[in-house]
């Protein structure tokens, strides 16, 4: 179950100490078979604010759960008005130079997968093929009655010609795609329903306090399984859904090696911790390795 986040998580004193050295990383990516474990770090330079960190997301908004968005007509306006919002913006984000190493580093062969715990879809719009999207993506759309599946731009045109109008100013954007939004701003906002059988429509995403599919948990536990190392990219690793990975390839003997800015608490079970800006340090490890780092998909 993705639970949910804590708003605060203070490092114990004896963890190893963060580094700037990217050796560990290039030999890792040069012998190959390296698994990718992506968090919400990694798009941060994308415009997409981060849960936790220097002004984390989490210190004031609360992400929507699963038993508030399906037991409360309410909750599901006020969470698709300020998904709404925030898709005008969320939707037009493209990859950083994180992204794009990562993508090359695929196309050359180094990686076995990328496993990301992030929504935006901007590892595939970078040019990454073998994604596991691990909390889904919101540029799809679930109905929970019939199961329909359609485009987060359609829901986008009909959500428009249902609210003509419907133009408040947001204070901020959300790492899950929302906008902050005061009950007064969300109005009489209105919301659609399926349009195959007339149900709830949900996005395509895991709400915290709802499970992760099972079968994609053990897709990803085989690819640990079958990784030589596994690559930790801009995650706190606060939550179970991806401090599992990380203890798994651990306990398998297999490398773990995080770059994240601050501690997480994968920290303990990691080869390595390297304290620096993700575009950066991909960048600087693709060169070490002769691997050029071009601009991506179009989206």
Same mark, same amino acid.
């Given at each position: 179950?993705?639970?949910?986040?804590?708003?605060?998580?203070?490092?114990?004193?004896?963890?190893?100490? +963060?580094?700037?050295?990217?050796?560990?990383?290039?030999?890792?990516?040069?012998?190959?078979?390296?698994?990718?474990?992506?968090?919400?770090?990694?798009?941060?330079?994308?415009?997409?604010? /981060?849960?936790?960190?220097?002004?984390?997301?989490?210190?004031?908004?609360?992400?929507?759960?699963?038993? /508030?968005?399906?037991?409360?007509?309410?909750?599901?306006?006020?969470?698709?008005?300020?998904?709404?919002?925030?898709?005008?913006?969320?939707?037009?984000?493209?990859? &950083?130079?994180?992204?794009?190493?990562?993508?090359?580093?695929?196309?050359? +062969?180094?990686?076995?997968?990328?496993?990301?715990? &992030?929504?935006? +879809?901007?590892?595939?719009?970078?040019?990454?093929?073998?994604?596991?999207?691990?909390?889904?993506?919101?540029?799809?759309?679930?109905?929970?009655?019939?199961?329909?599946?359609?485009?987060?731009?359609?829901?986008?045109?009909?959500?428009?010609?249902? =609210?003509?109008?419907?133009?408040?100013?947001?204070?901020?954007? &959300?790492? /899950?795609?929302?906008?902050?939004?005061?009950?007064?701003?969300?109005?009489?906002?209105?919301?659609?329903?399926?349009? &195959?059988?007339?149900?709830?429509?949900?996005?395509? *995403?895991?709400?915290?306090?709802?499970?992760?599919?099972?079968?994609? *948990?053990?897709?990803?536990? =085989?690819?640990?399984?079958?990784?030589?190392?596994?690559?930790?990219?801009?995650?706190?690793?606060?939550?179970?859904?991806?401090?599992?990975?990380?203890?798994?390839?651990?306990?398998?003997?297999?490398?773990?090696?995080?770059? =994240?800015?601050?501690?997480?608490?994968?920290?303990?079970?990691?080869?390595?911790? *390297?304290?620096?800006?993700?575009?950066?340090?991909?960048?600087?490890?693709?060169?070490?390795?002769?691997?050029?780092? +071009?601009?991506?998909?179009?989206?």
């Amino acid at each position: 179950m993705r639970m949910r986040p804590t708003l605060h998580w203070t490092p114990p004193e004896d963890l190893p100490p +963060g580094t700037t050295d990217l050796e560990p990383v290039a030999d890792a990516l040069g012998t190959g078979g390296v698994l990718v474990l992506s968090g919400a770090g990694i798009s941060t330079e994308s415009g997409i604010p /981060d849960y936790r960190g220097e002004g984390g997301s989490l210190s004031r908004h609360t992400p929507m759960t699963y038993q /508030d968005f399906t037991g409360s007509a309410q909750a599901r306006r006020r969470y698709w008005a300020r998904s709404h919002l925030g898709w005008r913006t969320f939707g037009r984000a493209r990859p &950083n130079a994180g992204h794009r190493a990562v993508a090359a580093f695929e196309r050359h +062969g180094l990686l076995t997968g990328v496993i990301t715990q &992030n929504v935006d +879809g901007l590892h595939q719009a970078a040019g990454s093929d073998e994604v596991v999207e691990l909390h889904g993506s919101l540029g799809r759309v679930v109905c929970l009655s019939c199961g329909a599946f359609s485009t987060r731009q359609e829901l986008a045109r009909r959500l428009e010609a249902a =609210n003509a109008g419907f133009q408040p100013v947001s204070a901020a954007l &959300n790492p /899950d795609g929302d906008a902050d939004l005061t009950d007064e701003q969300i109005g009489d906002f209105r919301v659609v329903p399926c349009a &195959n059988c007339g149900g709830i429509l949900k996005p395509d *995403v895991v709400f915290f306090g709802e499970a992760v599919p099972p079968r994609r *948990v053990e897709h990803c536990r =085989n690819l640990i399984h079958e990784a030589a190392s596994l690559l930790v990219l801009g995650s706190s690793l606060t939550v179970m859904s991806g401090l599992r990975f990380v203890r798994q390839a651990a306990e398998a003997g297999k490398p773990v090696l995080i770059i =994240n800015r601050d501690p997480t608490r994968g920290d303990r079970h990691a080869l390595t911790r *390297v304290a620096l800006p993700l575009g950066t340090a991909l960048t600087t490890v693709a060169g070490r390795l002769d691997i050029p780092v +071009g601009h991506g998909a179009a989206t």
